[in-house]
């Protein structure tokens, strides 16, 4: 087994299991724990997992998300400057997908005042904020509604993207990852993303510098699918330049 292919399956691994010990992870892929604890020390820096003493946790990856009333208010200040940073990068004239969050409902409200746009969404309260907006023609996909987020997903949802071409997409994610690009803790949240990412000419990632460095189980999209990434100040310049090397454009605000 390759190296990058053992280290792989550790975090898979760690994640599945929670903790683990040297000697097990060692027994478990049949190499010594020297190998181990070298292999933990690059996932370790790589923002993964993090060591304790005689063991390993999962610390650095997205589980699980929050609900939408709770992540509205975290980090609150950061996503208001990177959704009027994120609507900037709307020309008039474009079709756009906005996709379902918190950080993209910011993108929706500097754009109400805007002409000759159209919007796609498979977020309820992204076209409420725009119901007022004349000069924007609204899409909703459709799909199954999500009671805690007022989000649409599901069958119905990919198959309407499945239809459209835009000019840019503008995503929201709960991990961003340099070496591992865009994953998701929930499986069947999955598919719509990729669908708008199909969909768009350009890929524009919107996520607070607590997304970053995170890799959660499945995997929406590799770190070159991303064009842009918008994403607040807070983010440390040796995060922003792993992204900058993987060829994305970085934007703070």
């Known amino acids: 087994m390759l190296a990058a ?17 040297v000697a097990a992870l060692a027994q478990a892929f049949q190499v010594h724990e020297a190998t181990i604890r070298r ?23 997205a589980n699980s998300e929050p609900s939408f009333s709770e992540r509205a208010h975290e980090q609150l200040d950061q996503k208001k400057r990177i959704g009027k940073r994120a609507a900037e990068l709307v020309e008039d004239g474009d079709h756009i997908i906005l996709d379902s969050g918190t950080t993209t409902l910011h993108i929706a409200q500097h754009l109400v005042d805007r002409t000759n746009l159209t919007v796609v969404t498979n977020d309820m309260n992204v ?14 996909t459709g799909g199954s509604l999500y009671h805690s987020s007022y989000m649409l997903n599901g069958m119905f949802t990919d ?32 598919p719509t993303k990729q669908g708008m990412i199909r969909a768009a000419q350009e890929i524009i990632v919107v996520a607070d510098d607590t997304k970053i460095g995170k890799a959660s189980l499945h995997s929406v999209a590799p770190i070159h699918a991303v064009h842009t990434f918008v994403t607040g100040s807070e983010a440390s310049e040796a995060q922003i330049k792993l992204f900058r090397d993987a060829g994305v454009k970085v934007i703070t605000v």
């Open 159 to 190: 198959q309407v993207l499945s239809t459209l071409h835009v000019q840019k997409a503008f995503i929201g994610t709960p991990a961003i990852h340099s070496k591992y690009g865009l994953t998701h803790p929930e499986a069947q949240l999955v």
């Open 5 to 21: 292919e053992r280290k792989m399956r550790i975090v898979e691994y760690v994640k599945q299991n929670r903790v683990a010990s």
């Open 39 to 61: 292999d933990l020390a690059e996932i370790e820096q790589e923002g993964l997992l993090k060591r304790t003493h005689g063991g390993v946790i999962v610390d650095q990856g």
């Open 127 to 140: 076209a409420a904020e725009l119901r007022d907006s004349k000069g924007i023609s609204v899409i909703v």
